[in-house]
């Protein structure tokens, strides 16, 4: 008889069957006489949906069918995966077979993986479980000679059970129950709610409201330089008697928070008055970090090189199964078993070049040795912390080249000892007692930065250079040769980053009260190490928050969202603190400590609380605010209520978000005043996400007899005859005017005014004033330089605008040349040869960009003409892509349609062929592999 082997990815069964003794491949699986070896594609089976348990009933949502409870939670193959799960199902009914190894990953998900599989294939095998830490050779023998049985397991399958199911009851009723509230039968709207996205939102939401609240206040800070005979110095002034005031994280003993008390201090630095020297030294150090997990890791690849959460997960998980470099990666853990000495020093041994010198020290000098910061058991949860494997990389790419070196470097780092600085404090005292701080820090044994290069303190920290030393000729004395003042104002707190947001998932429980939970939530956080990047990427995509560069922002839909569950008061649903009940229980139940069945019906009394105050909820007088804003249709206040501003009489509504838009309060007052406003900036397209400008106007509602609305104006059915002229060109008569979102030129063809020309009032957020839009359609057709765009990023630029006929075309002043770390100037980027369209072949037309599609000698190219005539390339494709000629039908087919047939014969890196169809990216300007279903 043999035993069942499955893996949770196909690399891993591949990997299991070399280390297990070269088992040969037969078929899509690994088999000999003792083996087979098979595998999942990550999940193969998922809860059913509603729609699976009763179509009639819950396929279209419903409130009223709401909370939906399943009396028995079932099964379904995903739908890409049915093939694979077919598959497995057949080896799991083998006759030969008389167990089964579940070598999933080593944590709850991937005991889910497993434990759905099994169930939904009705086998009835004996489990074992292969609890692997690395994927060397090493590791995966070490796992299999110590399989545990699966009823060892039972717990942490009831946990992922649980997790699962409780995700389910709370992520389906609260989706469908707050979409059909704020959004209705509008298509394409979903308001989705979850145990970790939602608090995590409400966390970035939360800071953008300390953000918008902040009042900035004023404050003084004073600096000297001080002369010795052996140089000089600066020094910050010191608030006498200083004691932080309470509940105020801006006071700082160097900030005058009162103008003359500043003046005060200033005015007794001038005149080069002599200054009472006295300094102290000490000796400080700094401990060698600690090794990675995989969240610390995260943080730091977006701190240093902008990585994604996402995409450091996908690199490190490549290093961990494709390179066999790392060991796992998925882990929340920062030390190491207490037995693992003898693998780290192999691991030691066989790093080379820079690093393996550093590591050839640590071994000379006895540093690998028993510490409770590395080698803890008690810090060791289902895996222990990531560190280099005895497997040298090859063959990496230059991303992951860098993130290993993080990894090892880190690694050994760890081992050696402290560094150590020489700190020296001097006080400078100008009479009548105003004392001015200096601080000299020396590096005096580099410790663990030498693994790091670093040899001195960072020359631009401003105490990082030796203070010139006093002499017995200063007597204790400096002269203060000048001093300033310096006025600034407090700075609100900055928006989450990637890097500042795990750190923020991961401390979590410091937001909860209770004690168990914010201690399950110490080794949790929000969500696991594993999940938290999809967290964030979800949210993205749910267009709960938006990237610009490297800050996170909530958009107006999170906002919309976190303020309706607050009205229902389902609270709850925002706070970490359900999500660290959930782990505080979910941890002991891992531990066959807290029952299934208990949890689960906590879950659903939760569940239908949510959903019974959502239902019932009703926007009335009582849960709405007076504002001061009259409407004109009954003289009285309106009222605030969650979604819009509402008169009493019922008949003027004015959402407060229109397009993606959240009005303020003083652009609704403005807009009752007036009856519009506007071109405003920042409505969101919803089909193509871009931002565009409007107008909003007070209109009659067509629908609704009797009542009023506001409506976006896009100005773009304006009666030039209509407008009134601001400009007259004097040779031809044409007439400038201003429009409700664009300035329109308009000039007489056979006796009627017919627009010429027209630009935007309101350009990337920077309005164009009537003086730039007359030099735009005058004899220059040119404007002068315009600073203060923004650009779709968020990012500032300056540029002319210039008229080339009909259209408008962008001018860009020359950049400053970039400079090297040493001032020089960087020797700039050869140019990309400019498209010779004479020199290719015209294919035929490409509709999805609106251009003409060419072959050139090597490349696919989409071109458009620019507004001087001049090609621009919007699409390219090389012909030859991984090692085969694009057949030109597939590339026609993909420039009409957006996708290719099948290609097949294409050459990965490692060698192996494989087929895939091409698909066009979202912004069209590439082609991009979707492969075919397993």
Sequence with gaps: MKSLIIAEKPSVAADLAKALGKIPKKGDHFENDEFVISSAVGHLVELEMPEDIDKKKYGFWRLEVLPIIPEKFGLKPIADSKERFTHLKKLLARDDIDQVINACDAGREGELIFAYLYQLAKSKLPIKRAWMQTMTTEGIQLAFSKLRDGEQMAGLADAARCRSESDWLIGINGTRALTKRMFGSRAGNVASVGRVQTPTLAIVFNRELEIRNFKPRPFWRVTAEFTVAKGSYEGFYQRANFKKAENDEHDRIDRVWDKAMAEAVLAACQGQPPASVREEKKASNQASPRLYDLTTLQREANGRFGLPARRTLQIAQALYERHKAITYPRTDSRALPEDYIPTVRQTLTNLSGELGKHADTILAQGWLKPNKRIFNNAQISDHFAIIPTTTAPSNLDEMEAKVYDMIARRFVATFFPSAEFDITTRISTVAPGHDFKTEGKVLTAPGWLAVYNKTVVDDDSPDSKALPALSPSDNSKAVTSTSTLHTETTKPPPRYTEATLLSAMEGAGKLVDDEAMADAMKERGLGTPATRADTIEGLINQKYMERNQRELAPTTKAESVIEFLHAVQADALTKPDMTGEWESKLR?????????????????????????????????????????????????????????????????????????????????????????????????????????????????????????????????????????????????????????????????????????????????????????????????????????????????????????????????????????????????????????????????????????????????????????????????????????????DEVERLVEMGKTGLIEGLLSKRGTTFSAYLTLSKDKKKAEFEFPSR
């Excluded at 007052?669 to 506007?678: D, H, K, N, P, Y």
Aim: aromatic share 6%.
């Design 588 to 888: 002991q139940m891992e531990q066959n400590k807290y029952p299934r069945d208990q949890f689960m019906q906590e879950i659903i009394e939760v569940t239908k609380g949510i959903v019974e105050r959502t239902k019932t909820f009703e926007e009335n007088e009582s849960n709405s605010r007076v504002t001061d804003i009259v409407s004109p249709t009954d003289g009285e206040p309106m009222l605030e209520t969650l979604r819009a501003f509402r008169s009493r009489d019922g008949v003027l509504s004015i959402y407060k978000v229109m397009s993606g838009r959240k009005l303020d309060e003083s652009e609704v007052r403005q807009l009752v005043a007036t009856g519009e406003i506007g071109p405003l900036d920042g409505f969101v397209s919803a089909k193509t996400g871009n931002r565009f400008p409007s107008k909003i106007k007070i209109v009659d509602d067509e629908k609704k007899p009797g009542q009023k609305k506001a409506e976006l104006d896009f100005g773009a059915k304006v009666d030039v005859n209509t407008l009134e002229p601001f400009w007259t060109d004097p040779e031809t008569g044409a007439e400038l005017c201003e429009g409700p979102t664009s300035y329109i030129l308009r000039e007489k063809v056979d006796g009627e005014w017919t627009e010429s020309f027209k630009v935007g009032r309101l350009m990337c957020q920077k309005p164009i004033t009537r003086e730039m839009a007359i030099d735009l359609v005058g004899p220059a057709k040119k404007t002068g330089l315009i600073q203060g765009f923004t650009s779709k990023k968020g990012r500032p630029f300056d540029a002319f605008l210039l008229r080339v006929g009909p259209k408008i075309a962008w001018e860009f002043p020359p950049r400053a040349p970039r400079k090297n770390a040493d001032g020089s100037v960087k020797t700039p980027r050869k140019k990309k040869e400019p498209l010779d369209i004479t020199k290719a072949q015209k294919l035929g037309e490409s509709k999805l960009h609106d251009g003409d599609l060419y072959l050139t000698p090597d490349a696919f190219v989409v071109v458009k003409p620019q507004a001087d005539g001049t090609p621009r390339t919007v699409f390219e494709l090389k012909r030859i892509l991984c090692g085969k000629e694009l057949p030109v």
